[in-house]
DNA sequence: TATGAATGAGATTTCATTCAT
DNA sequence: TATGAATGAAATCTCATTCAT
């Protein structure tokens, strides 16, 4: 029984190029991954794929997009709703996440932002303005509601909300490369990094 | 007897060539960089280039070597010579050197590692053993010296030693991405940072 | 019953496609051309197209003679109705005739048939037989009346009637490639042409 | 005895290559024509080519380039040197010049143009300022030489000197495509054109 | 009929590497 | 040593043509 030659489905069609892009490119790298080989892992012909994404850069910009998006809108949707006060939230949804992506796709992500962003500036520039502008908004958000409770002082975290994500960089980076060396207790680090900011930020209840 | 001043001299060869490699990887990134670009910024022929370096991937790993080896020495002469505190180091020439990685040509040498180096097992096999492990010893060795001293207390930062590095690659990582869109003050980062991880190990001295 | 005004019909299909291929092929050239572009103008999908004609190749042949025809029954029909004196047919109809020509569309297919012929010899061949060889008969046609009339004597003219033809194409590949440059009065060209023929082969009458 | 896979010949090359690809295109024309087709032909790898011409664009305009420029010099050269009298010049010199053209190689170079030129105005734009304008400009002179020695008196011809040249096109077109058809003794069109446009312009001398 | 998603052969171009000189 | 002309494998991209729907 012949395999039908054509699948007909183009709907679908460009989420699963840019997710055989997306592991394409986690393993060699944008520059050393070949066009064909993501439309091989697509089970689709180069011809499809360029049918889809203009160039090979376009393909690129897809993939962070198409990744980074609807993970984006959950996280922030869940820092909305919550009602627990900042120190909660800080331990709570927020250490989850910290502790997730260095575990998860998004940390090939991460990988190809700081190779390939430089080349790719109006990528940077979305990237800018829908993921880290937001993320930086929504910690201060986090903070103010913090000091407004009377949990938090003002401190220097204020000037420099990026102090908590700083670790989730660092711990992404080193399970990227020395992992065969040293793991790296990724959880524990967050957590460790957590405790000393929050330490140094809480008010006294004495 | 003057050598002639605009003679090349052998020995300087390979230097000259890694160091114009690594102006070039920094502009371009590794793969598109291409080695004849190399040779013409080092003033030599593509055929001399390749006596010195038998592949693109071998000038490559040599750039980094080159690039960390001297630096890398004489930070560590500056630990082992110091009678500092255990504070003082870190707030002295620990602090010192990591306001300056930001600003140094070393924060191509840190992208170039996060983008090529899954490529090159051996290169972060290199990296590790001759640069991390050596550093995190290092700094190990004050927090051990900070502790007999009495300064500090035990923490998690005994077993995270890289909670203090972490916000090196970050601001340098950041630097290189997102400066055109909001700039970082990566010595106030830098030192915030260590503010908070001092005030949470130090012994209470009242 | 009037026919909804909007509404193809089947039969002028494979027309309105050479006509849109014809536009296409004079702006950009047959290889240049691509088939989906073809098919846009005429307001039909790729898949039609290829209903009506098999190849690209096949196209371009239909392009040829669809154009070609219709034209070319109406210019022998005035030939051979006409009872004018060989000379007030060659200053009047025939000289008209070659005026039109670089102006209209025919000079694409000019282009077209010197660009693309030598690849088509089965379309030559057809060229060759419906459209040349027609002409000149009709040309020599004419000039036999000229000399049965005591018009004309026989000349080189009766051996090389192209020479009446020649200006033609001249005149539509200097307007083609040349006009940015230097206008050609294709007019007063063609006029002046005949001029030198007629008075040379012109019998006197003094 | 192994021959050798390399032959430095820098100087050569680019000549080579040009006359390869004007072998190449006078069969299959300009786009129908691979790069490495030409390779081949010079016998030198598809690379090297990219050497010496960015694109293939590059390469057909160095082929027209390349293969006009030495022939008009002689031929320009030639005009200026003679002392012939306009009609000897034009039936002389002029004639067997316009008699070689439609069977030399320079036949496929017209048709190239044709069909390529509107696609390369800049190509275009060379070959008027290079050869039509200073071959126009050369019949001119002849011309007027003609009208102060009392030979011709003043005709359309001084408005349009394209016609002498116009039955070159025409039977070099003619060749090109319907000679397999009917045979055009190109000699004699060329000759009887002449003495067609001698005898109108020429002053009595009775 | 009619569509346009899908194919795949093939075209141009690049560039690390070699090697005659 | 030193050069840079030359190679050739491979990468990106195009487009005529097919065929499931």
Chains 1, 2, 3, 4 share one sequence.
Not at 21 to 45: I, L, N, P, Q
Not at 73 to 80: K, P, S, T
Not at 148 to 176: H, K, Y
């Amino acid at each position: 029984m012949a395999k039908p030659r054509y699948r007909r489905r183009k709907e679908d069609r460009p989420a699963e190029i840019t997710d055989a892009a997306m592991a394409a490119f986690a393993e060699k790298g944008y520059a050393a991954t070949r066009v064909e080989e993501v439309a091989k892992r697509a089970g689709v012909s180069k011809g499809l794929l360029y049918l889809y994404f203009k160039t090979k850069e376009d393909l690129f910009k897809a993939v962070i997009r198409n990744f980074v998006s609807p993970r984006l809108d959950a996280l922030i949707g869940n820092i909305e709703d919550s009602d627990l006060t900042a120190e909660q939230f800080l331990r709570g949804p927020f250490l989850d996440f910290a502790k997730t992506v260095p575990k998860s796709p998004a940390r090939i992500l991460i990988r190809l932002m700081v190779a390939e962003g430089p080349k790719h500036p109006d990528l940077i520039a979305w990237y800018w303005e829908n993921v880290v502008s937001k993320g930086l908004q929504a910690i201060r958000l986090v903070l103010e509601k913090g000091v407004q409770n009377g949990e938090f002082r003002r401190s220097a975290l204020d000037d420099f909300p990026q102090l908590l994500i700083s670790p989730i960089l660092f711990s992404t980076v080193w399970t990227t490369l020395f992992d065969p060396h040293q793991k790296l207790d990724t959880d524990g680090f967050m957590e460790s990094h957590i405790d000393f900011v929050l330490h140094s930020i809480k008010v006294d209840k004495t």
